[in-house]
């Protein structure tokens, strides 16, 4: 079975700190891992994915993530944050061995950075 | 460039009547096209996908359906809606069959079941 939990509900921060948003996973084998942010009302825009290679991997919008197999995570962090990064954040997990298709998401979590 | 639609944007029906949200997507074949609803909240639940025309696998039982009639469209559909239908519905597509691929959504259609 796989797994993805995100262990805060919300992350407040204020403008121009690091933030960091938690994400564990659980998986049989190897993970595929993701990241994607929800702004109000609209649909899910991917951020970042770890596939294979690099433990760091860069996205879009100056996020990065690092992947921790030891400790079984894949926290996304911002060096500096920005008001406009105020949203939903989702963790998701695909288990290479369980199946291709169906990824299993976390719960989301809500930063909010403050001016 | 590949691009996904998704009508209505928003939809207030009674509770009882019928339902038919549509999803297409451009610039891509052979999708793996995907339902999703999220509820007041935060969490995603996944209602069906699929890999092919007329695939379409359902992930939780309900009183929704799905539909794949042509390779790049996605219909869900309910009989008679209930309150608890109500929510914020996704479709997503990805390619490919090895699971790396990441996911696109489309803009989301909000429904209000009264």
């Known amino acids: 079975a796989q797994s993805v939990a995100q262990p805060e509900d919300q992350v407040n921060v204020a403008e121009g700190n690091p933030l960091t948003v938690k994400c564990t996973y659980s998986?049989?084998?190897?993970?595929?891992l993701f990241w994607y942010v929800q702004y109000p009302n609209r649909g899910l825009q991917f951020l970042l994915k770890?596939?294979?290679?690099?433990?760091l991997v860069k996205g879009s919008y100056g996020f990065e993530a690092e992947f921790n197999k030891s400790q079984t995570s894949f926290h996304l962090k911002k060096p500096s944050a920005l008001v406009s990064d105020s949203a939903l954040y989702f963790c998701?997990?695909?288990?290479?061995?369980?199946?291709?298709?169906?990824?299993?998401f976390g719960r989301g979590t809500s930063l909010i950075v403050h001016p | 460039s590949q691009t996904i639609h998704q009508w209505p944007a928003t939809l207030v029906q009674p509770v009882g009547s019928p339902l038919s949200l549509e999803c297409t997507v451009e610039?891509?074949?052979?999708?793996?096209l995907y339902w999703y609803r999220q509820a007041a909240g935060r969490g995603l639940q996944l209602l069906f996908y699929?890999?092919?025309?007329?695939?379409i696998s359902s992930e939780v039982p309900q009183n929704l359906s799905a539909s794949r009639p042509q390779d790049r469209q996605f219909i869900l559909s309910s009989k008679k809606l209930l309150l608890s239908d109500s929510g914020f519905y996704l479709c997503?597509?990805?390619?490919?069959?090895?699971?790396?691929?990441?996911?696109?959504f489309g803009p989301g259609t909000r429904l209000t079941v009264l």
């Open positions: 997503a597509w990805s390619v490919g069959s090895g699971g790396a691929n990441e996911q696109f």
């Open positions: 998986v049989s084998g190897n993970p595929y």
């Open positions: 770890y596939i294979t290679g690099d433990n």
């Open positions: 998701a997990v695909r288990d290479i061995m369980r199946g291709s298709y169906i990824p299993t």
């Open positions: 610039g891509t074949s052979n999708p793996n």
């Open positions: 699929s890999v092919g025309i007329g695939q």
